[in-house]
């Protein structure tokens, strides 16, 4: 391929820009670079998966910088922006099955009504230290929001990862702690 | 400690103010309003045996037994480790929700997330810093604490530019400058190895430019907070004195439920402006803290 038609293409089929923020199209017939997630999605995906409400969301833009890397801001900002974060990683996507941050389900999670399993307070303890557990859990395989009960509240500690009968801990390592 | 020596003139009662600095610091976190109350804060801290104490001048601010990073409260982000002192200046810029604020020399993101508490999470906090291996842990602290409210920049914060955002001024900036530290020494007990006079000069200088372009950078009647943890009145009164002479603004009175001293008005024959009274000096045998510098400042006429 020589430079030119190399320019050509990628004038002709815009591609993420992993050194800005742009803000996601509001619905898919907006999208303008393949494989971006639109904010309709990102909110269908949240109530279908969760239960969380799309009105949940409203005072939210939501961006991509890093491929599948879904930014999550309070308020708005005119796009594109070249700076080094915006707002909190809120979404993996761009993978089969999408995945919520440690941090997303901590700050949301606690308005989920579906998918969430909770772990008494030894439980709770293993799985904020990294530890995958055997678990019986009759509800549906993949990502879960963790949750234990802290000071008369249930309270979201994390992402799980249940197959085979088995959570999975995804609390980053940065983030685990021996309580 | 020999650095401390010539603040004894200005001290009253050195001796004090001496042992205070030798004492290590006791343990305390702020809660964090996005996430939690104090009384959630504190139940969970009794059901899991951790002993606490309000500080009286502030409610947010807990002095706990033991270290605050293993416990329940910490992993969810309810609580952070800072230091009493470090909290002063975003109380007192108390930024209001819906506004726009630049924090200027920002990392790991103390202030930041305090000020983003402050505006509920519901505004826009430019969290810049100049070194971008420390963004990191600006960023970590920041979703940790569940803010959502930040747009974080790596510019050198003398000559900030606003180029990569829609808008033109800020409503209030915190100016938490790089400084000598010499108030950190309960903290960290190596922290005046490396004194010089020239160094304070060195960093006073950045200090000026620092404060300068964040007052250019703030509305007419925006508020401007300026803060050092270090004793140097060179990287204090005397960078408050360069800035009031050459930029639009004025040191305004400012309450806070700690015990201070006021700016000086005069250190090693040279004059500051009588209005740096207003600045507040806080000492390490006055209140059982670090020490600290902290000024605040109205922009425009």
Redesign the interface.
């Known amino acids: 391929m020589t430079d030119e038609s190399r320019n050509e293409k990628s004038s002709a089929e815009p591609t993420n820009d992993g050194q800005r923020f742009d803000r996601l199209p509001v619905t898919a017939e907006e999208r303008e670079v393949p494989g971006r997630a639109s904010r309709r999605e990102i909110l269908d995906w949240w109530e279908e998966r969760f239960g969380i409400e799309p009105k949940t969301f409203d005072?939210?833009s939501f961006w991509e910088k890093g491929k599948g890397k879904i930014w999550?801001?309070?308020?708005d900002?005119?796009s594109p922006?070249?700076?080094?974060?915006?707002?909190?990683?809120f979404l993996r996507t761009r993978q089969r099955h999408w995945k919520p941050?440690t941090?997303a389900a901590?700050?949301f999670g606690g308005l989920a009504t579906r998918n969430v399993v909770h772990l008494d307070d030894q439980r709770a303890r293993r799985f904020?230290h990294g530890e995958d557990q055997e678990l019986d859990w009759d509800g549906d395989w993949g990502y879960l929001i963790v949750s234990h009960e802290?000071?008369?509240?249930r309270?979201p500690?994390g992402v799980g990862l249940y197959l085979h009968g088995e959570l999975q801990s995804l609390v980053p390592k940065?983030?685990q702690?021996?309580? | 400690m020999d650095a401390l020596e010539r603040y004894e003139p200005i001290l009253d009662d050195y001796e004090a103010f001496l042992a205070a600095c030798e004492r290590p610091l006791p343990s305390v976190v702020r809660v964090n309003g996005i996430?939690a109350t104090p009384e959630?804060?504190t139940?969970?801290f009794d059901?899991e045996g951790v002993e606490w104490e309000s500080r009286e001048w502030n409610e947010n601010v807990l002095e706990i037994e033991g270290k605050p990073?293993?416990?329940?409260p910490?992993?969810?982000?309810w609580t952070h480790g800072q230091e009493e002192v470090s909290s002063i200046p975003a109380f007192v810029l108390d930024p209001e929700p819906g506004e726009r604020v630049l924090d200027s020399c920002a990392a790991p993101g103390s202030k930041t997330t305090q000020l983003a508490a402050l505006l509920d999470?519901?505004?826009?906090i430019v969290a810049n810093d100049s070194n971008?291996g420390r963004?990191s842990a600006l960023?970590?602290n920041?979703?940790?604490l569940?803010?959502?409210?930040?747009?974080?920049?790596?510019q050198d914060a003398r000559n900030f530019s606003l180029k990569?955002?829609?808008f033109e001024s800020f409503d209030a900036a915190l100016v938490d400058v790089p400084c000598s530290c010499e108030g950190t020494i309960r903290k960290n007990p190596t922290a005046l190895d490396d004194w010089s006079l020239d160094h304070i000069e060195g960093v006073a200088g950045v200090q000026k430019g620092i404060l300068r372009r964040a007052v250019q950078a703030t509305r007419e009647g925006g508020k401007v907070v300026y803060s050092t943890c270090t004793f140097a009145p060179e990287e204090n009164e005397a960078v408050l004195d360069h800035v009031l002479a050459r930029e639009n603004c004025r040191l305004v009175e400012y309450d806070i439920g700690l015990r201070s001293e006021p700016g000086l008005t005069e250190w090693h024959g040279d004059d500051y402006d009588e209005s740096i009274r207003k600045a507040k000096r806080f000492y390490p045998h006055h209140n059982d803290t670090g020490g600290f510098f902290c000024a605040k400042l109205e922009v425009g006429a």
Not at chain 1, 150 to 153: Q, S
Not at chain 2, 69 to 72: A, K, P, Q, V, Y
Not at chain 2, 74 to 77: E, M
Request: proline letters at 1%; charged letters at 25%.
């Open positions: 005072g939210y999550i801001l309070r308020g900002l005119d922006v070249r700076i080094e974060a915006l707002g909190m990683t941050t941090n901590q700050r904020v802290l000071a008369g509240g309270e500690l940065g983030r702690r021996d309580i | 996430k959630r804060v139940d969970a059901a990073g293993n416990t329940w910490s992993f969810h982000g999470d519901d505004g826009l971008l963004l960023r970590f920041t979703e940790r569940g803010v959502t409210c930040t747009a974080v920049t790596n990569p955002f829609d």
